[in-house]
């Protein structure tokens, strides 16, 4: 079975970069894939930051920004803030009409 | 405006049945393919079934499969899920989502299932 793999936790001082990235346990991750990448905080529904690789949504801040780096898809936040503080989940299409979401990690900004 | 709404969750003894609406407003339901996604407390986003927008295609999580069936009434701008012989490990906040080009790009606010004897 696939599994889509994320870094658990993420630590950026404010102001600072940090590259958060979206593996697959076999393969390589590729623009077929149509990486798209969420925002949750505690007790909300995730807001969408980027889809197809390097799309932004709607209303989302330049900050953020999507690539496929290596092997994995990954989402840079520039210039991180306070209240980016927050659980990221990628999700990747697996083709046949089935997607499959990474584990998630959670950025601690301090 | 622009919305889901999930209704229908509750408490539910393992074995047991429950059916999960999604009431979209707000855009053209008809025209768009949806999403269930859940959500375990604690634990990171699962997804679990797609429907296409005239309910021609379905597709399901293998952990799913054979028990959940996802359905639409496009006269009704609603999307179901009927969740048959539920686990306790099914326990989760359950979420409806648009599709857009492979991606999730609406979201409800989720309706919380609770499996529990």
């Known amino acids: 079975q696939t599994v889509v793999t994320q870094e658990p936790s993420f630590s950026v001082s404010p102001g600072g970069t940090v590259t958060l990235t979206c593996g697959l346990s076999?393969?390589?991750?590729?623009?077929?894939?149509?990486p798209s990448w969420y925002q949750q905080t505690p007790g909300q529904a995730p807001r969408t930051l980027i889809y197809t690789t390097n799309t932004r949504s709607s209303g989302v801040p330049d900050r953020f920004s999507g690539s496929i780096l290596g092997n994995k898809a990954a989402l840079t936040i520039a210039g991180a803030q306070a209240d980016d503080e927050s659980d990221y989940y990628c999700v990747l299409y697996m083709g046949s009409g089935t997607w499959v979401f990474g584990g998630g990690t959670k950025l601690t900004v301090l | 405006q622009v919305q889901l709404v999930e209704s229908g969750g509750g408490v539910v003894q393992p074995g047991g049945s429950l059916r999960l609406s999604c009431a979209a407003s707000?855009?053209?339901?008809?025209?768009?393919?949806m999403h269930w996604v859940r959500q375990s407390p604690g634990k990171g986003l699962e997804w679990v079934a797609f429907?296409?927008?005239?309910?021609?295609?379905?597709y399901y999580a293998e952990s799913v499969k054979g028990r959940f069936t996802i359905s639409r009434d496009n006269s009704k701008n609603t999307l179901f899920l009927q969740m048959n012989s539920l686990r306790a490990e099914e326990t989760a906040v359950y979420y409806c989502?648009?599709?857009?080009?492979?991606?999730?790009?609406?979201w409800g606010r989720g309706t919380l299932v609770t499996v529990s004897s």
């Open positions: 076999s393969g390589s991750v590729s623009t077929t894939h149509y």
């Open positions: 707000g855009f053209t339901f008809r025209n768009y393919n």
């Open positions: 989502a648009k599709d857009s080009r492979w991606h999730f790009d609406l």
């Open positions: 429907i296409r927008y005239d309910g021609s295609d379905k």
